[in-house]
């Protein structure tokens, strides 16, 4: 019996990313922020190594994180090790001790994340963020919580929670509160990061932004993490200036090429319910994590799916999701978050991003492996 995919589209959970125009006068935001904080001597250096006297860290690693402070106009930025992770692992170790609670949404949680949660023995009390009157009477009520954590991107498919009424939300009855925002998949693709909206911290993936493997940046109010550049004063611990100088370098040229793609992704979920590929049930787009589009398939086949799309040329599975290394389109398994909330989506489901191919690539990879394997 062929599958019937839910009624339900989704559609209100797409986070509004860039156009190109607009991503283009985000380029030059950035570029003018490097002009304040380097000369042109300072900029054509590939960067020192080390913990330099007068920061306590590379001199070129100080002026990056002055720059991407300067850019999200905050306080504080700070580079760190183990990308996104790193970054929400080392800002919620400062902000929580162990056996301390905090807010978290009533969602599966990111993989990583939830490592995190107990590797520092964060105690959660979950709310349903896409309703406000919840977390109204929740703040209201429980002064246990030290930190209400929210992740920008949508952690199941009906999630439809705007970021800046939340934050906003929360700021208004307990604007005490430390908020921190997981900004993975959104930093520079969505219209502001949650440090602009009115949280404390925002975290992200440099690696997430083209630049290289490992670095996380989290940027905001400067006591907590003043406090976490002084803990962690060796120097294998830092993030070595050539590091920061190729994540600016390479977050000037993040802007343009992420619009570009999510157009993409746009035209493909068109195309794809114009109904140009044969055992299609259903196609929308999502942001699970990064902007994609969903295929629900008619045949419980996606895995064989995946396996042709190999063979014919489309990576299945993300090196860091949007990373420098990700050029040809991706065909690979729905998020594990989402199919904790919808298990249908393991046997029929498709997560695919052109990255930076056409959507017509993307179109003649899929219908040929559809076609193959429905023939065998």
């Known amino acids: ?57 590379p001199e070129q690693t100080e002026r990056a994180e002055r720059v991407i402070a300067d850019f999200f106009d905050t306080e504080k930025a700070a580079l ?61 009520t429980d002064h246990t919580c030290k930190v209400f954590y929210i992740q920008h991107a949508r952690q199941q498919p009906t999630d439809t929670y705007q970021l800046k009424k939340v934050i906003q939300t929360v700021k208004h009855i307990r604007p005490e509160l430390p908020i921190v925002v997981d900004d993975n998949y959104c930093a520079l693709k969505t219209y502001g990061i949650g440090i602009e909206y009115g949280a404390d911290y925002s ?5 997430k ?39 600016i370098r390479m977050m000037t040229f ?23 590929i044969k055992g299609i049930a259903a196609a929308y787009m999502s942001n699970a994590q990064s902007k994609n589009v969903i295929v629900e398939l008619e045949q419980p086949i996606a895995e064989e799916v995946i396996q042709q799309s190999n063979l014919l040329g489309a990576a299945t ?10 050029i040809i389109p991706m065909i690979y398994r729905v998020s594990s978050s989402f199919i904790e909330a919808q298990p249908r989506l393991k046997e029929f489901g498709l997560r695919i991003n052109p990255m930076k191919s056409g959507a017509y690539t993307v179109i003649h990879i899929l219908d040929k492996a559809i076609k193959t394997v429905n023939k065998q």
């Open 80 to 140: 760190v090790r183990g990308a996104g992770t790193g970054a929400i692992r080392n800002i919620l170790s400062m902000l929580l001790q162990a056996g301390d609670s905090m807010f978290i949404h009533t969602a599966p949680v990111y993989t990583t994340t939830k490592e995190t949660i107990r590797l520092l023995g964060i105690q959660t009390v979950p709310i349903n963020y896409n309703d406000l009157s919840a977390i109204e009477d929740a703040l209201s």
């Open 203 to 207: 975290t992200f993936s440099g690696f």
């Open 254 to 276: 993040a802007p343009v090429s992420l619009a570009t793609q999510n157009e993409q992704v746009e035209e493909l979920c068109k195309q794809l319910n114009e109904g140009l």
């Open 1 to 57: 019996m062929a599958y019937k995919p839910a009624a339900l589209k989704y559609a209100s959970s797409v986070l509004p990313t860039l156009t190109v125009p607009e991503a283009q006068q985000l380029q030059f935001k950035f570029v003018h922020c490097m002009s304040k904080h380097f000369t042109g001597h300072q900029f054509l250096s590939m960067g020192d190594l080390g913990v330099a006297p007068r920061y306590k860290k």
């Open 317 to 326: 599975h993300p090196v860091g999701a949007e990373s420098k290394y990700e």
């Open 209 to 247: 932004l083209l630049g290289p493997e490992g670095i996380g940046v989290i940027v905001g109010k400067q006591g907590a993490i003043n406090m976490l550049q002084e803990k962690n004063y060796s120097g294998g611990g830092k993030v070595q200036g050539y590091e920061a100088m190729e994540l």
